[in-house]
């Protein structure tokens, strides 16, 4: 008599459901920002899993990884972006839990939330900033890419979900979010609305220089900007640097310039008091930071320590570097 043969189940990897989750968070009516900010998340926690040796299947995920993850953020980013993995992640594992997707409980439930480090964020200083150039300064596509992305960060202290988005289409002018001969990038808003964040002349050309060498890559067909060193992927197998990835690397290049606690949020910190400080107008930085309302603006007011109105417009703050 011949058996049949046992069915092997295979728990779905998490890059697997995310489509099924955009699906639901669509359908719950979740702004573009945020299903965006769930969905790195993921994507952030799967690259942790999968660069460490460690199981990225939805059942084979376990408390003491997602702790993994948490303290590795807080290290090189903040723990306010590990205290946002860590909300995004329990809505993530409550809809697989949910949905009959994971056996047994989230792991989630029993991570401690991140406690979130309220100390002011001190600026880079143009010394600190010239030597994170320099330790990018070579003509690998990589070195180009990361001073692409320090000048842009230094121009205009674009939200790392933003500058992880950014698609780029050498033929499709709306697939397209790089803007160079008007000095700009195009960002979309949490809420679909778009605004144009300045690009110096520096970061302009650091960013033609990083297109130059990315078309000779493998993977030059993805629609995202930035290209990752290794194999991460994002949703529909599309080569992509993920906002995580841009953390790591910055704490990376700060560990090689000799400059503790390098972030994305400094550089965005660094650009609005510097801003203020050479006398620039707060409406305007408003139009810098992509903020809709001047709470942001006047809280930079605050603790700049501004000078005298500036004569002349202001230069981008990478120029001088």
Same mark, same amino acid.
């Given at each position: 008599m011949v058996r049949p043969r046992r069915q092997v189940t295979v728990s779905p990897t998490l890059l697997d459901l995310l489509p099924s989750w955009e699906l639901s968070l669509r359908a719950g009516h979740k702004s573009p920002g945020t299903i965006r900010s769930y969905l790195d998340s993921v994507r952030g %926690?799967? *690259?942790?899993?999968?660069?460490?040796?460690? =199981? !990225?299947?939805?059942?084979?995920?376990?408390a003491e990884e997602i702790r993994g993850f948490l303290a590795r953020t807080a290290e090189v980013s903040s723990a306010g972006n590990a205290h946002k993995h860590f909300r995004n992640l329990r809505v993530f594992f409550g809809w697989l839990v949910a949905e009959g997707e994971r056996a047994g409980d989230s792991p989630v439930a029993a991570v401690e939330a991140p406690k979130v480090d309220r100390k002011p964020v001190r600026p880079l200083t143009e010394q600190e900033l *010239? =030597?994170?150039? *320099?330790?990018? !300064?070579? /003509?690998?596509w990589i070195d180009r890419r990361d001073t692409a992305i320090m000048r842009i960060l230094m121009d205009n202290g674009m939200r790392v979900s933003a500058l992880a988005g950014l698609r780029y289409s050498a033929s499709d002018p709306e697939a397209n979010d790089v803007w160079l001969g008007r000095h700009v990038l195009r960002i979309v808003l949490g809420d679909g609305e778009v605004y144009l964040a300045p690009l110096g002349r520096k970061s302009a050309a650091a960013v033609d220089r990083y297109l130059r060498a990315?078309? =000779? %890559?493998?993977? !030059?067909?993805?629609? #995202? %900007? #930035?290209l990752p060193e290794r194999g991460v992927t994002a949703h529909g197998g599309d080569r992509r640097l993920t906002a995580t990835g841009i953390q790591q690397m910055l704490h990376r290049r700060g560990e090689e310039a000799g400059i503790p606690g390098v972030f994305p949020h400094r550089f965005r910190h660094t650009m609005a008091s510097g801003y203020l400080r050479e006398g620039g107008d707060p409406l305007e930085l408003m139009r810098v930071g992509g903020w809709k309302t001047p709470v942001m603006a006047?809280?930079? !007011?605050?603790? $700049?320590?501004?000078?005298p109105p $500036?004569?002349? $417009?202001? %230069?981008?703050?990478? /120029? =001088?570097?």
């Amino acid at each position: 008599m011949v058996r049949p043969r046992r069915q092997v189940t295979v728990s779905p990897t998490l890059l697997d459901l995310l489509p099924s989750w955009e699906l639901s968070l669509r359908a719950g009516h979740k702004s573009p920002g945020t299903i965006r900010s769930y969905l790195d998340s993921v994507r952030g %926690l799967s *690259a942790f899993l999968i660069d460490g040796g460690m =199981r !990225a299947e939805v059942d084979g995920v376990r408390a003491e990884e997602i702790r993994g993850f948490l303290a590795r953020t807080a290290e090189v980013s903040s723990a306010g972006n590990a205290h946002k993995h860590f909300r995004n992640l329990r809505v993530f594992f409550g809809w697989l839990v949910a949905e009959g997707e994971r056996a047994g409980d989230s792991p989630v439930a029993a991570v401690e939330a991140p406690k979130v480090d309220r100390k002011p964020v001190r600026p880079l200083t143009e010394q600190e900033l *010239a =030597r994170l150039l *320099a330790v990018c !300064a070579g /003509d690998s596509w990589i070195d180009r890419r990361d001073t692409a992305i320090m000048r842009i960060l230094m121009d205009n202290g674009m939200r790392v979900s933003a500058l992880a988005g950014l698609r780029y289409s050498a033929s499709d002018p709306e697939a397209n979010d790089v803007w160079l001969g008007r000095h700009v990038l195009r960002i979309v808003l949490g809420d679909g609305e778009v605004y144009l964040a300045p690009l110096g002349r520096k970061s302009a050309a650091a960013v033609d220089r990083y297109l130059r060498a990315r078309t =000779r %890559l493998k993977h !030059a067909s993805s629609p #995202w %900007l #930035w290209l990752p060193e290794r194999g991460v992927t994002a949703h529909g197998g599309d080569r992509r640097l993920t906002a995580t990835g841009i953390q790591q690397m910055l704490h990376r290049r700060g560990e090689e310039a000799g400059i503790p606690g390098v972030f994305p949020h400094r550089f965005r910190h660094t650009m609005a008091s510097g801003y203020l400080r050479e006398g620039g107008d707060p409406l305007e930085l408003m139009r810098v930071g992509g903020w809709k309302t001047p709470v942001m603006a006047r809280h930079y !007011a605050d603790i $700049a320590e501004t000078g005298p109105p $500036a004569e002349q $417009a202001r %230069l981008s703050p990478g /120029d =001088r570097i």
